[in-house]
């Protein structure tokens, strides 16, 4: 093994990061990782996407690390099954009392919940074709309608019981959106609230509610002590306002395609997008890959 005191980490970012824009990993980017690691390094997945959506890059890139997944809401090794997952979510209670308020959901067409034990989409929308499409882009298919997916009525939150990791809450109408947010602002301050639009397809827009502790600065500080490597030999790629947390507390890279505002608030870019493998270039430029 490389010596401990020269190792580095590196924690990335999938989607507008990693990944192309088509959802791929280049073949040049998983042979510059795997150089990287075969040095002795460790490369580390930081993603919003569940494990189900992200399994499939881990075993590609042939990882054995810890990977954080729901931004950090969990923390898991999937190449170890006796590694303890670490869930930093919240409990059940508190999704129960927020949407106890009828006024709240009034203004809410779906909130759609990652729990430890199963993933529910609450509504009582009857268009088919808008719930699965708002369900496809996070990562839910089809033809899961059973086994560890439930659909239940808007007014069902009585039926959580485990910790929960992650809300989805799909807004149909635009107006309501500052209402919603700060509303469940007002409701508690351990609570975090970012937005973020549904592609142009959709007339709404999504509000993602996490625990203070599920975000990728507090991941990247547990994979920095886990690894024993300093935050000052740690480097993290990321391209939107979730990864900045993780990006100000270690050599952080701004992706080429980033917002204006993760660019503004990072000292460092790359300089190629991820469609032009920008993580896998600034890597061999840094590492003498």
């Known amino acids: 093994m490389k010596n401990l005191a020269n190792r580095n980490l590196v924690v990335c970012d999938l989607d507008g990061s990693l990944l192309r824009s088509d959802e791929t990993i280049s ?3 998983v042979s510059t990782i795997k150089k990287f690691i075969k040095k002795g390094n460790i490369f580390c997945i930081a993603t919003g996407r569940p ?3 992200a399994i499939d890059y881990y075993n590609q890139l042939g990882l054995n690390t810890i990977m954080a997944n729901l931004n950090g809401g969990i923390l898991i090794n999937p190449s170890k ?8 979510g919240f409990s059940s209670d508190t999704v129960k009392f927020l949407f106890s308020n009828k006024k709240l959901l009034s203004h ?3 909130v759609f919940v990652e729990s430890i034990d199963a993933t529910y989409l609450f509504t009582d929308k009857k268009n088919e074709y ?3 499409e708002f369900l496809s882009k996070f990562h839910v298919a089809s033809n899961s309608k059973k086994g560890n997916f439930k ?7 009585e039926s959580l019981n485990n910790e929960i990791n992650s809300i989805l809450i799909y807004i149909e109408n635009k107006e309501s959106l500052d209402y919603v947010t700060f509303k469940i602002k007002e409701f508690t301050s351990t609570l975090v609230v970012r937005n973020w639009s549904l592609p142009s397809d959709f007339a ?3 509000i993602e509610v996490n625990s203070i502790f599920s975000n990728k600065g507090t991941a990247i500080k547990f994979l920095s002590s886990y ?7 740690t480097y993290s790629f990321g391209d939107g306002e979730n990864d900045l947390d993780m990006l100000s507390k270690s050599n952080g890279y701004a992706m080429k395609n980033s917002s204006y505002t993760v660019k503004l608030l990072t000292n460092k870019i790359t300089t190629h997008t991820n469609d032009e493998d920008g993580i896998a270039i600034q890597m061999k430029k840094l590492f003498n890959l």
């Open 81 to 88: 099954p006796d590694f303890s997952l670490l869930n930093l």
């Open 151 to 157: 659909i239940l009525k808007l007014n069902e939150f």
């Open 204 to 206: 709404g827009t999504v």
């Open 51 to 53: 494990i189900r959506a």
């Open 27 to 29: 073949d040049f980017s």
């Open 108 to 110: 809410i067409t779906c």
């Open 130 to 132: 808008l719930k699965w």
């Open 227 to 233: 690894y024993m490597i300093p935050l000052s030999q």
